[in-house]
């Protein structure tokens, strides 16, 4: 196990600095010239020229790439054109509202998912399966966006059950009940669709393994209902469970970035929208950066969990 | 389960058709998606106003105001007409940069299936975009370009290269093992015409599947675009852009967000619905492993 788990810490680095290379080349793509796109048709020749001595646009590409990287390296991200202060201060700052709001999601994915694809895939073509393949059809279907929109509506605004906008109370923040509150409909609306593909896919796997021998012999041996679908079948459901779970954790974090819009959370997600209308060009690849960095990363410890769990891939 | 094994081997075509229509789940998307496209393309007959055609008196007017079904928006624009009008935009945006970029992948794709040292540079290079997450890729590439349906849509071809490659690759890889492309090999059949006249077909409908079943959250990932600002602009109508536009009035007249948000759920339904039709006739493998 320690010498996958370094093999795999080995393989991110090429995957980190082809990454690092895509967030780096796409500023290419800004039409035109990069410095006089932030600062608008207004700026003065000069003060376009001096940006683009800072940002380094003056030099080649290959030789802006390696600087990029150095400074990268030694945790320098550039500076904020809008805010002026460094990138890392911006995204240090922030990401730790995106990681709650992340954490918090997975765990509603990784519990709710499982449950409903024990409660269908164990109890194929009754009612109850069926309603909740119609239930996670539609949770699959729903734009994360409007999904927000509609529980700030009817949760926020009509019933009034949970606050709307930001991490803590404005006028009275209180601590980690407060947070919590804050924290319900984000993160049901960051998870909803993530939910609904695990709860899917599982339930497809927990189809298969329920008529697999060992739980034909399992019931002859008169074991009870709730403890074959639950136990015995659960069980064996796991690889495939925390392998698409995995894979979800890229989905929350796009879905994130709509909710912390929607619900005015002080994340990455929407320092990277305020980024984006304001052109803050080095914000944006610095969010964009750390985002797949700590990606790349969810997605190898979920692979590593995949194989601590499957006892014919741990080779 | 027998019942899609004879569909096999029956002409495709036959099949599908058949097959679709048989699965209630594809055929409500199919029927669901045609009244979509329907309006997209009848949208000057059927649409009761411009889509820019406003009656500011009546701004904001709940559904079932007089002559306005479905209500008014926020500059008094009606919400029906809109979405008709808007279905346009978001079939569109969803469905082109699908179908672009399996046409892209399907060379790419099979080069790197066929001379490995190359295939094995180009898997390494989609490999770094799957270290993206989807949409976060689609933004940063749209905000660089630059707002647009244009610079839209060319950012979701580019975050969907990746997946499109692999699913080529994957097919050909398969193909280039089968006893006939040994034999055209043999015969001396000149690489390109191998891999583009008798290898294509074969590998298209892994193409085709794969972007069927994507359809539903490309037209997620479209709106959301059109959402933040990244895609369709004011006052173009789609529906993405209505719900980002009815947000802004939602403390006093929720309807504006919710019906072209829930156009958009339905859409998406159809699509995932007609693509799990399309993947069962089509592939009878994936279903038996799926079970759905």
Redesign the interface.
């Known amino acids: 196990m320690a010498k996958l788990i370094l093999r795999r810490l080995f393989g991110t680095l090429p995957v980190l600095l082809g990454v690092s290379f895509v967030v780096f080349v796409a500023l290419q793509l800004v039409p035109g010239d990069v410095a006089r796109t932030i600062l608008g048709y207004n700026a003065t020749e000069e003060r376009v020229a001096a940006l683009r001595a800072i940002l380094g646009l003056d030099r080649p590409i290959l030789v802006q790439y390696v600087t990029w990287l150095g400074n990268l390296a030694r945790g320098d991200l550039g500076q904020s054109v809008a805010l002026g202060v460094p990138v890392l201060t911006v995204i240090l700052d922030k990401i730790g509202a995106s990681l709650i709001l992340m954490g918090a999601s997975f765990a509603l994915v990784l519990v709710f998912g499982l449950l409903l694809a024990a409660l269908s895939g164990g109890h194929h073509r009754s009612p109850l399966d069926r309603m909740i393949v119609l239930l996670t059809l539609v949770f699959a279907s729903v734009p994360p966006f409007w999904l927000g929109i509609v529980l700030l509506y009817l949760f926020g605004l009509q019933f009034r059950l949970f606050p709307i906008s930001g991490m803590y109370d404005m006028a009275n923040p209180g601590g980690l009940p407060d947070l919590l509150r804050h924290l319900v409909l984000p993160a049901v609306t960051t998870a909803v669709s993530s939910l609904a593909v695990v709860a899917r896919v599982t339930r497809g796997r927990m189809i298969d393994v329920m008529n697999q021998p060992y739980i034909m012999t399992a019931k002859a041996r008169g074991l009870s209902r709730p403890r074959i679908v639950y136990v015995e079948a659960v069980r064996n459901v796991l690889p495939t469970y925390v392998g698409i779970s995995g894979l979800q954790i890229g989905y929350l974090f796009g879905s994130a970035i709509f909710s912390e819009i929607v619900f005015n959370w002080p994340g990455i997600g929407l320092q990277l929208y305020q980024a984006i209308i304001q052109r803050d060009f080095p914000v944006v690849q610095g969010a964009v950066l750390a985002i797949a960095a700590v990606f790349v990363f969810g997605n190898l410890i979920a692979d590593l969990i995949a194989a601590a769990l499957d006892p014919k891939r741990a080779t | 389960m027998t019942q899609s094994t004879t569909l096999t081997l029956r002409p495709a075509r036959f099949g599908m058709l058949s097959a679709i229509t048989s699965d209630k789940g594809a055929f409500f998307g199919l029927i669901v998606l045609g009244i979509f496209v329907f309006a997209a393309i009848f949208a000057p007959l059927i649409a009761p106003f411009g889509p820019n055609e406003a009656d500011p008196m009546l701004r904001l007017g709940a559904p079932g105001t007089a002559g306005h079904w479905l209500g008014l928006d926020h500059q008094g624009r009606d919400i029906l007409s809109r979405l008709i009008w808007g279905s346009r935009l978001t079939l569109a945006t969803g469905i082109i940069p699908v179908a672009v970029g399996a046409l892209i992948a399907l060379p790419i794709g099979l080069l790197a299936a066929w001379y490995d040292r190359a295939g094995g540079w180009i898997l ?2 989609m ?3 799957f ?7 689609a ?3 749209a ?4 707002s647009g349906v244009g610079n839209m849509m060319i950012s979701l071809v580019i975050v969907l290269l990746p997946y499109n490659v692999r699913v080529v690759y994957q097919a050909a890889v398969e193909q280039k093992s089968l006893p006939y492309v040994e034999a055209l090999r043999v015969v001396g059949t000149p690489v390109r015409t191998i891999l583009f006249v008798e290898l294509l077909p074969n590998v298209a409908s892994a193409a085709i599947v794969y972007a069927t079943t994507i359809v ?1 959250s490309m037209v ?2 479209a ?2 675009l059109s ?4 895609g369709v602009q004011p006052p173009g109508a789609e529906w ?1 852009i209505m ?2 536009e ?2 802004s009035v ?2 006093i007249a ?1 309807h504006v ?2 019906i ?2 829930l156009c ?2 339905l859409l ?2 159809a699509c ?2 007609l693509g799990d039709g399309v993947r069962d006739a089509l592939d009878p493998r994936i279903r038996a ?4």
């Open positions: 390494r290079g490999d770094v975009l270290a993206f997450p989807m949409a976060l890729l933004i940063m590439v905000a660089f370009l630059g539903g997620i990932t709106a959301g959402f933040l600002g990244l993405g719900v980002a009815g947000r939602i403390f929720p967000a919710a072209p948000g958009l759920s998406v339904i995932s619905l492993s799926f079970g759905a």
